[in-house]
């Protein structure tokens, strides 16, 4: 069987630091954070008072009231990201094989909002279950692909990952394969969450997952600080539309990158924890190495997991020099989750829209907030500190992970 190429065609972000993808890129290489006291409830009572929340964004400029009301915010974001990016793809919805289109998205959680708001009008009520009719289709995580279809018409493959953190990744990857395997022209993929809610908050102030940095806000999210002291949460969307290279080249379509790689792994280790060592962590970014037939010294460039945790910041760079050797100290490493916060199941997509954009522009978005030296990070790795810098970027990876162990990696190529 042939393997086909595949290439991204059309991006699309909806984020805490910008609500197009031209917003979103200027704010990275601008080093803008997007955190920020939380706006959507009172937060007296909370440990974390701060969060990376969309700014300016009102549905109703992008979507039908009535339809609107329908979705979950979750469902809102995805709606209007994949939106951006189809158009950005200059896809003749006319003249395109709708049978050989697919959705393939990634969430994390899905409508933890609507499914928070509705069991407490329930707890306050008199005990009779008048539950909303949309309660259902408004909450669950596959609604999203479901409405980008519904909407397009797309009737291909049509479904949602669900791997917490690297739901969107996942998502990405299955595409890939996808029309790699001559299934589909065209995949819209990519992730959404929403889950800056009171039962997000508090879920994972309970982990003591957060950052509680709420005298600096702006600052808490400091990926590889010694004094990081957990993630910030954020919510947004990221689309990206994959397509055949022959197809896109056909249509005169611009491409952005080429996709080469997906490598997937588990750390088997503990349900939220990273493995000290780095062992599933070094598994998935030599898995997708070799799914690309590529080689660790032909990478320019990682976009890390780098949620700003204790653990994990030093666990994954740990990983990067052991699969890298002495090539890692050659790479461009950076977190936007600096600037984004962590998108959680959107993650994937939208720190790899980062990484594309990294590729086309010859510029690495900085790591934030990065003042104090951590003496278990090996000093030599460049992290793209505070400031941008400028780089040919042949070969980008991206990687995200999941509570669960859930590893995923994703390897783009510009076009030769």
Partial sequence: MEIKRVVVTGLGALTPIGNTKDEYWDALVSGKSGAAPITYFDTEKFKTKFACELKNFVPTDFLDR????????????????????????KLNLDEVNKLRVGVIWGAGIGGLETFQNEVLNYAQGDGSPRFNPFFIPKMIADIAPGNISIKHGFMGPNYTTVSACASSANAMIDALNYIRLGHCDVIVTGGSEA????????????????????????????????????????????????????????RGAKIYAEVVGGGLSSDAHHM???????????????????????????????????????????????????????????????????????????????????SILAMENGIVPPTINHSVVDENIDGSLNLTLNKPQKRDIKVAMSNTFGFGGHNACVLFKKLD
């Fill in 195 to 250: 889950a800056v809610t009171i039962a997000g908050m508090g879920g994972f102030n309970a982990m003591h997952a957060l950052s509680t940095r709420n005298e600096s806000p702006e600052t808490a999210s400091r990926p590889f600080d010694a004094t990081r002291d957990g993630f910030v949460l954020g919510e947004g969307a990221g689309a990206i539309i994959l397509e055949e290279y022959e197809h896109a080249k056909a």
């Fill in 66 to 89: 009535k339809e609107a009301r329908k979705m979950d915010r979750f469902a809102q974001y995805a709606m209007v990201a994949s939106d951006e990016a189809i158009v950005d793809a």
């Fill in 272 to 354: 939220t924890a990273p493995h000290p060592e780095g062992i599933g962590v070094i598994a998935v970014m030599k898995n997708c190495l070799e799914n690309a037939g590529m080689k660790p010294e032909d990478v320019d460039h990682i976009n890390t997991h780098g949620t700003s945790t204790p653990l994990g910041d030093v666990a994954e760079l740990k990983a990067i020099s052991e699969v890298f050797g002495e090539h890692a100290k050659n790479i461009n490493i950076n977190s936007t989750k600096s600037m984004t916060g962590h998108l959680l199941g959107a993650a994937g997509a939208v720190e790899s829209i980062a």
